[in-house]
């Protein structure tokens, strides 16, 4: 049986190096490298977003050309219509989920699983996507899949927040919400010679190497000063000596990188900064190291790929015990988690939050926002002394990081898109009728006092003289670009000839079944009364 994957995203993006973005890319890369579908099909919202992927396809999976179908967003209504599909994926759960189910019901040939995966779960515009999941109408072929379970509580606790402000009744819930975490590369499980690697790099041979890898951004990331206090005050502790490599996206605008050189002089660190660098780097650095720092502070942040990267490469791991770091490292076993602490509650945040940027609210939670201190500068200290330590932590981080896979993970995708499909297979053996969502308002509807009249099915059209010259072919239709998608130009002589003789809407609409769907008739009759091609008769 013919099976199709469809989605809305291009899941390669071009920009800044994100969590997000490398997540993304990487899904996509290990699903079409497996090619569990007969066709992939993309709905994309621009051209340059089809440039790149396409780019991206050409240069990665040729041998699918054939496979992978790329299509402008507009053509989504048709091909709901008239193709079967398997299920779609989305990117994220924000854009477009409640969307693509609401259409999926409305037109859509069969009812498929609808899925989107969680990324930054903190950005205050967010409510108001969390605020329209809560639907009474759901079918249970759709799921929000949670990379953490820390981020499924937060969805949670968002639902919980707006159903009792708003005091929704029982029925109004949230979709189901999966656990799928994300996963990393294999270039990342490939060893390589340490000590090669810092000849390469012009490490030194004797120093125990920390290492930080992510974006180098205090507003959106994690504060690195105080990890330099501390490594400040291990360096009083120890005859060892320390090099901290911070690497990673930086923000040429920002003089966080001056601050961090200034400082780390202040507390007798070697700090070196290899800002914006390649994966292949990034590999490399990290296999160099000896010990990966990561005191993450921050509310976007879900998941944490950068730990995973660093077990891969048999990597000590000290992480702040906070958002989805608490599920990927086994603490004092494959790693080490630093407790962290905030406020439990701040009132004036909660209302003021919405006068200030997206990272002005990050950093001011960031602020506040603080791990235990001594606990780091004595865990610190154990890993520095102790080589042995490190070897042996590493080594079971390595072993326990193999199931974070990419191909792992796909594999539960496809397991939990099967299941979904069983659910989708019986409701569309009743295909029962299915409720539009409420946020998909009827323009014409909300405002039918703008025109002087609206117009129902009982409404008399005739063709008019310049639509009988049409006719003969003595005239021919003008049409915009776009709106040229949305009529059915081949049956506009079918709609004129129709009103030759004054006829109601509703015969147009009863005499047209099979030929041209009730939706693009409606469109392109309505475009051929704009142009007075067709006249309405005034009773």
């Known amino acids: 049986m013919k099976t199709i994957w469809g989605t809305l995203d291009p899941f390669i993006e071009k920009g800044e190096i994100l969590g997000r973005t490398v997540a993304n890319a990487n899904f996509l890369t290990t699903l079409l490298s497996k090619n569990p579908f007969s066709e992939y099909h993309f709905f994309l919202a621009s051209n340059p977003l089809k440039t790149t992927l396409k780019q991206f396809i050409q240069e990665n999976f040729p041998h699918l050309t054939d496979k992978i179908k790329i299509f402008p967003m507009f053509k989504l209504y048709q091909q709901l219509a008239t193709t079967r599909y398997y299920c779609f994926h989305l990117s994220d759960c924000i854009n477009y989920f409640v969307e693509l189910t609401s259409l999926r019901n409305f037109i859509a040939k069969n009812i498929f699983p609808i899925t989107?995966?969680?990324?930054?779960?903190?950005?205050?515009?967010?409510?108001?996507?969390?605020?329209?999941?809560?639907?009474?109408?759901?079918?249970?072929?759709?799921?929000?899949?949670?990379?953490?379970?820390?981020?499924?509580?937060?969805?949670?606790?968002?639902?919980?927040?707006?159903?009792?402000?708003?005091?929704?009744?029982s029925e109004f819930?949230?979709?189901?919400?999966?656990?799928?975490?994300?996963?990393?590369?294999?270039?990342?499980?490939?060893?390589?010679?340490?000590?090669?690697?810092?000849?390469?790099?012009?490490?030194?041979?004797?120093?125990?190497?920390?290492?930080?890898?992510?974006?180098?951004?205090?507003?959106?990331?994690?504060?690195?000063?105080?990890?330099?206090?501390?490594?400040?005050e291990v360096k009083k502790l120890t005859s060892q000596p320390i090099t901290f490599i911070i690497a990673g996206y930086l923000n040429k605008n920002q003089k966080i990188a001056s601050l961090l050189q200034n400082l780390a002089k202040n507390v007798n660190i070697?700090?070196?900064?290899?800002?914006?660098?390649?994966?292949?780097?990034?590999?490399?650095?990290?296999?160099?190291s000896d010990i990966f720092l990561s005191l993450v502070d921050n509310l976007q942040e879900t998941f944490g790929i950068s730990i995973l990267e660093a077990k891969a490469s048999k990597l000590a791991v000290i992480a702040s015990e906070f958002n989805g770091y608490k599920e990927l490292i086994d603490n004092n076993k494959d790693g080490f988690l630093i407790p962290t602490f905030f406020p439990a509650e701040n009132k004036f945040l909660a209302e003021?939050?919405?006068?200030?940027f997206l990272n002005q609210i990050h950093l001011l939670t960031a602020q506040q926002t603080f791990f235990d201190f001594d606990s780091l500068v004595k865990t610190l200290l154990k890993l520095i002394e102790h080589k042995q330590l490190r070897t042996k932590v590493g080594e079971l981080a390595f072993q326990n990081v193999q199931k974070f896979r990419w191909n792992n993970i796909i594999n539960k995708y496809l397991?939990?898109?099967?299941?979904?499909?069983?659910?989708?297979?019986?409701?569309?053996?009743?295909?029962?009728?299915?409720?539009?969502?409420?946020f998909n308002f009827d323009f014409f509807k909300i405002f039918y006092h703008y025109p002087t009249?609206?117009?129902?099915?009982?409404?008399?059209?005739?063709?008019?003289?310049?639509?009988?010259s049409i006719l003969q072919g003595k005239e021919f239709p003008v049409v915009y670009a776009f709106i040229e998608n949305f009529i059915d130009l081949d049956k506009t002589h079918y709609i004129l000839n129709h009103f030759l003789k004054t006829n109601t809407l509703e015969s147009l609409i009863s005499s047209s079944k099979g030929l041209i769907s009730r939706e693009k008739l409606i469109i392109t009759t309505f475009w051929l009364l704009k142009n007075g091609y067709l006249t309405v008769i005034k009773t």
């Open 270 to 288: 070697n700090l070196l900064i290899f800002p914006n660098i390649d994966d292949s780097t990034k590999i490399d650095l990290m296999q160099a």
């Open 453 to 468: 009249q609206t117009l129902d099915p009982k409404t008399k059209v005739k063709t008019s003289k310049i639509g009988e």
């Open 352 to 356: 003021f939050s919405n006068f200030l």
């Open 116 to 169: 989107g995966v969680t990324h930054s779960l903190s950005y205050k515009q967010f409510v108001y996507a969390y605020f329209s999941h809560l639907w009474s109408d759901w079918t249970q072929t759709e799921t929000i899949i949670a990379t953490s379970r820390v981020g499924k509580k937060v969805l949670k606790n968002f639902y919980h927040h707006l159903k009792s402000q708003y005091h929704l009744p």
């Open 415 to 438: 397991n939990l898109w099967e299941t979904l499909n069983y659910t989708a297979v019986n409701l569309n053996k009743k295909r029962p009728k299915l409720p539009q969502h409420p």
């Open 173 to 232: 819930t949230p979709p189901q919400i999966s656990h799928i975490p994300l996963g990393i590369s294999d270039d990342y499980y490939q060893t390589q010679d340490k000590s090669y690697l810092r000849k390469k790099y012009n490490l030194s041979l004797k120093d125990v190497i920390c290492i930080y890898v992510g974006r180098i951004a205090y507003d959106s990331k994690m504060d690195l000063i105080p990890v330099l206090r501390a490594l400040g």
